[in-house]
């Protein structure tokens, strides 16, 4: 899968992860772009590692799985760090 494969998966799977777990990551369409494509990576690594499976070719149902448990996993560790350093908000009386 070529470079241009990478940005429209992770697209294509970082929205689909963010409509999957809901909640305040943050960010706009180039974030759900980076987290997407950094998840696919993710996804594929450890795909590799545990199964001996990788990220083949676009339309393959393993890449897609692949890039989104990877994008999923992105997604939390992303909201715990914008969780952690945001400001606790106090409430007004």
Not at 41 to 64: C, I, P, R, Y
């Amino acid at each position: 899968m070529g470079f241009f494969g990478y940005i429209i998966l992770g697209l294509i799977i970082g929205a689909i992860a963010k409509l999957i777990l809901p909640g305040r990551q943050g960010g706009g369409w180039l974030s759900t772009l980076i987290l997407g494509v950094v998840g696919a990576l993710l996804g594929g690594l450890l795909g590799n590692l545990l199964f001996n499976v990788g990220l083949e070719e676009f339309w393959s149902l393993q890449t897609w799985l692949l890039a989104l448990v990877g994008s999923l996993i992105v997604l939390v560790v992303w909201g715990f760090i914008k969780n952690r350093s945001a400001p606790a908000k106090t409430a007004r009386r």
